[in-house]
């Protein structure tokens, strides 16, 4: 069973940045695509930033596009989301969440996995943390 524990969120002001990070624990082998995703008041949850955990191109939200980074370390087992010039719209619970994944192959790379940034296909959940940003 995966297991994903978020952590890194906080209050922050306009323009500044936050780095959230998702250790994972419980793989067993094959390949994932791993994610973030947010929810705000009142909203539906949204994909914000995910990856294959082989490789290939990454999925942004076109609101975070140029101002989030997602990246995994692997030898940590640990995803991150670097969170820069956040916005007061960026404030929402963030999730980080797992899916088993196809492998890759080298035609595949240029292209997303399909449904990355869909909540709905992905199996195991964070339990969330909450990231404010005010003026």
């Known amino acids: 069973q995966v297991q994903l524990v978020e952590s890194g969120g906080g209050s922050v002001q306009a323009g500044g940045s936050l780095r959230l990070s998702c250790a994972a624990s419980?793989?067993?082998?094959?390949?994932?695509?791993m994610g973030w995703f947010r929810q705000g008041p009142g909203k539906e949850r949204e994909g914000v930033a995910a990856?294959?955990?082989?490789?290939?191109?990454?999925y942004y939200a076109d609101s975070v596009k140029g101002r989030f980074t997602i990246s995994l370390d692997n030898a940590k087992n640990t995803l991150y989301l670097q969170m820069n010039s956040l916005k007061l719209e960026d404030t929402a619970m963030y999730y980080c969440a797992a899916e088993i994944c196809p492998g890759r192959t080298a035609e595949d790379m240029g292209l997303l996995p399909p449904g990355v940034d869909d909540p709905h296909v992905y199996d195991y959940w964070g339990q969330g943390t909450q990231v404010t940003v005010s003026l």
């Open positions: 419980g793989y067993t082998s094959g390949s994932y695509c």
């Open positions: 990856l294959h955990t082989g490789g290939g191109r990454i």
